[in-house]
């Protein structure tokens, strides 16, 4: 479903959901926004998050979160030995993918970490389609390489950065 305004090109989508948690942001100016990300080098993490209107890069940014969502984080217990919720977390894996192994890790840079020393030797070659910059890392201080393997009709777009 979209928002309908006067001109096709400039159809908004409009979320089914009420947002519940109110945080207040700036939307800086397209010049501003532009000679911020021109500063940082076009590198997404070095921007500041006042800067940011709408995060779209990481899972730990300004978006909002649903009912459920924050209601799930008022119940969690955080205690690192014998938690709840590690202990609901562990039968729901057991579950659905009927195994008692269960290593978790709170973002994914930390499980791209354990992923790549696991999986990644020296001198081997990671295929990707537009790395994230963390994995790439992860990869690369292990002695992987990336080989980027993208699309022509998007290489017109991003150019020499890819």
Known sequence: MAVKFYQAQHQVP???HKVRMVQKLSLLPVEERLKRIQEAGNNTFLLQNRDIYLDMLTDSGVNAMSDLQMAASMRAD?????S???TRVKDAIKEVFGTENVLPAHQGRACENILAS???KPGQVAIMNFHFTTTKAHITRIGGTIEEVIAEKFRKDFGDSL
Do not use: I, K, N
């Open 118 to 120: 696991a999986f990644v």
């Open 14 to 16: 409009l979320e089914m």
């Open 78 to 82: 955080d205690s690192y030995a014998g």
């Open 84 to 86: 709840e919720t590690f």
